[in-house]
């Protein structure tokens, strides 16, 4: 009986000849920037591995005199240039002083690359420059605003408060006496094309992203780009905003027309052409710093108003506050608020201690709420019905916060 003839084979595994680091990036928050509340830490990472990319970015913080630890892991996908948000933990941010953050990613082949900012936690109450800030605040103070602007059917809210906040920072900062689309008003379509999540006009934004984008770009005027049925051709607000030729274009009684909201559904939404004309405007206008604020720290947020700082807020849409009445006097709290809606953005402008309420300018023009503001009770904002995420956002034209004189 013949042997029957075996073979054996060896498997190789192949080697890795990977040897470039991937890339990675912490996009927010800025380095050298003053933080005084919880802020979240964004990281963008790539790699070349076809299929496999970014394994994993480390979170490493190293406090003032002390040692480096881990914040947070994050994993990737496969995808390049794919964006991460890790959440700060404050209580390691507690001593004041420099902070050292660094982003550590690897990749399939355990490529490794670093990248690390400094930050630093300041008091709110501390200024690098010399103030004439009293020691009591004053029982109410309303900031001077231009007239409430329009967001129609696009989710621009956040856009549209951030632009406001500029826009306050710029009046004060410049001592006018009006405001102007061509002198110091900014934006809102340039900060919303820049900042959306998406490509829908329905897609919104975030405050961190949108002050980034001041904070390394700036924004061109409002008369530049503006957003209004006199923007520039392939603008989507010419039929998306405007009742008459969305009627027009589908028929008197099309369903197309959102008489609530004002504008046409069915309308397509192409983003504006930003050119290298309002990108070079837009550098004349870049903001020096911005922070983030709690919501429950009264006294400093009334110090921001009181110093000439308008504060970005997120909150929760409840019926009250969509049905807001044209009332001075009314304040939105707990017992009008009524069922709770989706997210929103709008910006504080004042408050007044007599009725326990911050005034606040809303993205719905001036037929919305008291010519578009209303009142909300300190108390019901940071409360789960009524704040989104706890904190305020602050911008400055300088590096400190605390420079204004508040009388």
């Keep these: 009986m013949a042997r029957r003839r075996t073979t054996s084979s060896t498997t190789t595994r192949p080697v890795s000849t990977d040897t470039t680091p991937p890339t990675v990036s912490i996009t927010a928050p800025a380095n050298g920037t003053q933080y005084y509340a919880p802020f979240n830490v964004q990281i963008s990472a790539s790699a070349n591995d076809i299929g496999l990319g970014v394994n994993y970015v480390n979170i490493y913080i190293t406090p003032p005199g002390g040692s480096r630890t881990l914040l947070q892991s994050v994993y990737f996908s496969a995808v390049p240039n794919t964006v991460r948000t890790a959440n700060a933990n404050y209580a390691l941010f507690n001593t004041l002083g420099n902070y050292t953050i660094t982003a550590e990613a690897k990749d ?67 001592g006018a006496t009006s405001y102007s689309p061509s002198v110091n008003m900014f934006s809102e379509e340039y900060i919303y094309d820049k900042g959306k999540f998406s490509s829908s006009c ?15 770009e700036g924004v061109c005027k409002q008369a530049t780009l503006p957003y209004s049925s006199a923007a520039q051709p392939g603008c989507q607000e010419t039929l998306f905003n405007s009742q008459s030729l969305c009627l027009s274009t589908y028929g008197s009684t ?14 397509p939404c192409s983003p504006c052409i930003i050119t290298g004309a309002m990108t070079t405007e837009a550098a004349n206008y870049k903001i020096k710093n911005y922070a983030q604020v709690l919501l429950t720290d009264f006294s400093t947020v009334k110090r921001m108003i009181c110093n000439n700082h308008a504060v970005g807020i997120a909150i929760t849409l409840s019926n009250g506050f969509i049905n807001a009445p044209n009332d001075p006097n009314f304040v939105l709290n707990s017992l009008n608020g009524g069922a709770l809606q989706a997210g929103h953005g709008i910006t504080i402008i004042g408050y007044d201690d007599a009725k326990n309420a911050w005034l606040i300018q809303n993205s719905w023009g001036i037929d919305w709420g008291w010519g578009g503001k209303t009142w909300i009770d300190y108390n019901y904002l940071v409360s789960p019905t009524g704040c989104q995420t706890g904190q305020g956002n602050v911008q400055t034209l300088r590096t400190d916060l605390n420079y204004y004189p508040i009388l």
């Design 202 to 216: 329905g897609s919104g934004s975030s405050f961190s992203g949108n002050y980034q984008i001041l904070l390394a």
């Design 254 to 267: 099309t369903t197309c027309w959102d008489a609530v909201n004002h504008y046409c559904s069915c309308a």
């Design 108 to 174: 399939a082949a355990n490529n490794v690359a670093t990248q690390s900012i400094i930050i630093t936690r300041t008091d709110i109450t501390t200024s690098t420059t010399t103030t004439r800030s009293p020691v009591t605040l004053p029982s109410s103070k309303i900031l001077t605003t231009p007239t409430a602007g329009n967001q129609g059917g696009e989710g621009a809210c956040a856009a549209f408060a951030t632009a406001l906040v500029r826009n306050i920072e710029q009046y004060y900062t410049t």
